[in-house]
């Protein structure tokens, strides 16, 4: 997962790439200096760069079951290890963070936070992107590397039973 957000931009000139003539500095023999044949060699300051990096993409293909497997065998490592919190739902009357760090306190949620509920609940949205640690995710979006990363997990019950129908079939 992380190896996929690598930009994989570094680029370096090669002897061929960098600007200049393809003239000989100099003739081969009779002047006491070292043979040369290039302004652009490698050992030359200003010259191109030996096995230097190219923009490539470190992404790595895994297949749908695997992505499912590992989602599940996570899942189920964090419901043994009581780091999943499952509540009915997540009402707020207004998008206030204040309202919504009041909330997180009420169910004793400390340290970074995943919160998995209901796509649409725009007050929930809102309220929670301004608090540190602490995301928001949909059953339909959430992904093994986000359940490893926090320390705890928030469900609404809806997007819980979503989520055991999504990883069932």
Request: proline fraction near 4%; charged fraction near 25%.
């Amino acid at each position: 997962y992380l190896a996929n957000q690598r930009m994989g931009t570094a680029c370096t000139k090669t002897m061929g790439e960098v600007a200049g003539t393809g003239k000989k500095p100099w003739r081969q023999k009779g002047t006491g200096r070292a043979r040369a044949g290039s302004f652009q060699s490698p050992l030359w300051r200003g010259g191109g760069v030996v096995f230097g990096p190219k923009p490539r993409d470190f992404g790595k293909k895994v297949s749908k079951a695997t992505k499912q497997l590992a989602l599940r065998k996570a899942l189920s490592e964090r419901l043994k290890s009581g780091d999943v919190v499952v509540v009915e739902d997540i009402r707020l009357s207004s998008p206030k963070t204040k309202e919504f760090v009041a909330l997180l306190g009420a169910l004793a949620v400390e340290g970074t936070a995943l919160v998995v509920a209901s796509a649409g609940d725009k007050n929930l949205a809102l309220a929670s992107r301004n608090v540190p640690q602490v995301e928001l995710a949909t059953s339909d979006s959430l992904n093994t590397y986000q359940v490893l990363r926090f320390d705890k997990l928030l469900f609404t019950r809806g997007a819980f039973e979503k989520l055991e129908q999504r990883l069932a079939g």
